[in-house]
């Protein structure tokens, strides 16, 4: 991972997390700020073009860390169903990703409180056992060499049983370990969608063989066909993909399935194409539903059952899980 430019906040400095992400990164220009929005929040930036130089931001979070899951994202069936952020944006550049119209800035922004994590966590499980997904604003395994976040995770669930912890990732991993509450969840694309729209990523066989490996181990793996998108030849490809799957996975094992059309909210939506012109995904006609936008809804229902009917053929209907 190559950043040549690093922004330190300066009450940053002191946390041991801070001191191994620049040990590792010694070529990097290292610049002290005052407060991560400083520069994250900075109007009249250029986000695409900060993609291509993506600089990191290292950072202490103040105020909420985790929040309620939103009705847009699925909760797995899970009660008490959160979302951490940890990190902001993500080493990936996949074109439909809803970050571009959530954030101001592509920079990459790392927290390293991770302490004050877990005591918001503890917390929360005073009330019940909770559901956290924890890779939703990032890839935190793709990261996890740099930050360590992902293992912070892993190191949660092995100290609160009653805590289950997802890590979402379009990398092909290794997974070694079969930590009970951690759920591995390995987003798949048919080759062309990964080739037109989800840049720097994992190839899919690469992925799925990562999925694989990890049922081997032992470990709860979860696959996501989650956001399906409507390329003209979608059929045949969400087709050729579950039988993919099927070839090298056994889909039975599998701790469940998420299916999800693609939808953000119709407000980063219209960030997103105003900060990028040219993006056919961002200018599709959508049609806004309760202030998300989404295909047409024969479209989105017919998309979303046609790659549950594949996968019930290797899964039982109640592993998959659909967002509406
Ligand atoms: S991997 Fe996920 S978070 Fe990263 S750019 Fe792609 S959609 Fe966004």
């Not at 899970?78 to 080493?91: I, L, T, V």
């Not at 604003?137 to 912070?152: C, E, K, P, R, Y």
Request: proline share 4%.
């Amino acid at each position: 991972m190559r950043f040549t430019h690093i922004y330190v906040e300066e009450r940053a400095l002191g946390y041991p997390l801070t001191e191994e992400i620049l040990a590792k990164l010694p070529d990097s220009h290292v610049i002290k700020i005052r407060h991560y929005k400083d520069v994250f929040d900075r109007k009249r930036q250029n986000a695409p073009l900060q993609k291509e130089h993506q600089a990191l931001i290292i950072a202490v979070r103040d105020g909420s860390r985790i929040f309620k899951g939103a009705p847009v994202c699925q909760s797995m069936g899970q009660k008490n169903f959160y979302y951490a952020s940890s990190m902001m944006n993500c080493p990936f550049d996949c074109e439909y990703c809803y970050l571009k119209g959530m954030y101001p800035s592509s920079n990459m922004v790392v927290f390293v409180n991770l302490e004050d994590y877990r005591r918001d966590v503890e917390e929360k499980l005073k009330e019940g056992p909770m559901y956290v997904c924890a890779s939703y604003d990032t890839d935190l395994l793709a990261m996890n060499q740099l930050t360590g976040h992902a293992d912070f995770w892993k190191e949660m669930a092995l100290s609160e049983e009653d805590l289950l912890v997802e890590l979402r990732t379009k990398a092909a991993v290794q997974v070694t370990d079969n930590i009970s509450n951690i759920i591995y969840a390995f987003t798949l694309s048919p080759s062309d969608v990964i080739g037109r729209f989800e840049k720097n990523t994992a190839p899919l066989g690469a992925r799925i063989g990562a999925a694989a490996k990890a049922i081997e181990s032992g470990a709860k793996v979860r696959l996501c066909f989650d956001p399906i998108i409507k390329i003209p030849e979608w059929k045949e490809a969400y087709k050729e993909l579950v039988e993919a799957c099927a070839g090298q996975i056994d889909l039975g094992r599998l701790t469940d399935v998420s299916v999800g059309t693609f939808r953000i909210s119709s407000d980063y939506l219209n960030r997103m194409r105003r900060a990028y012109p040219g993006s056919a995904t961002a200018w599709y006609p959508y049609v806004i539903k309760d202030g998300v936008a989404q295909y047409e809804p024969e479209t989105d229902k017919a998309m979303q059952e046609y790659v549950c009917g594949l996968l019930e053929k290797h899964i039982g209907r109640e592993k998959i899980f659909t967002w509406n």
